[in-house]
């Protein structure tokens, strides 16, 4: 199972071309609910493209620690090439795994802010409050 989910990730966000990753996420309390990433970065030529590399690597990461995370009900999506949605549907009142995500969420948006800064012309990032 996660040797396929990991081929089928990275299939689907980092080998088709589009001109930019659209990154939206929803938080509650400091928890990323919801993230979805659309498109392909278009920095470089399909399987040399650092940016889409990083926000494939980024994304997959959040996919692995809260799909393997107990007490945590997640639903997530990549029928669709080049777009990953993930979102968490139930926690739990678990306060230590709520802190963990707290700080998951914190290195995922980080990461993703950081990318923005460096190449703004390949990622879009779009961070709400539910």
């Known amino acids: 199972m996660k040797k396929t989910l990991f081929v089928t990730v990275l299939l689907l966000l980092g080998t088709f071309a589009f001109s930019q ?3 939206n996420i929803k938080t509650n309390n400091g928890i990323i609910m919801e993230i ?5 970065a278009g920095y470089a030529e399909i399987g040399y493209d650092i940016v889409c590399a990083v926000i ?3 994304m997959r990461t959040y996919l692995y620690i809260v799909t393997e995370t107990p007490n945590l009900k997640v639903e997530y999506d990549v029928t669709k090439r080049g777009y990953l949605s993930i979102k968490i549907i139930t926690i739990g009142k678990d306060n230590a795994l709520v802190e963990q995500l707290k700080g998951i969420s914190r290195f995922i948006i980080r990461t993703f802010n950081d990318l923005k800064k460096e190449y703004p012309n390949y990622i879009n990032v779009n961070i709400t409050s539910m």
């Open 21 to 23: 990753t659209n990154v």
């Open 36 to 40: 979805v990433a659309d498109g392909h």
């Open 56 to 58: 494939s690597s980024t």
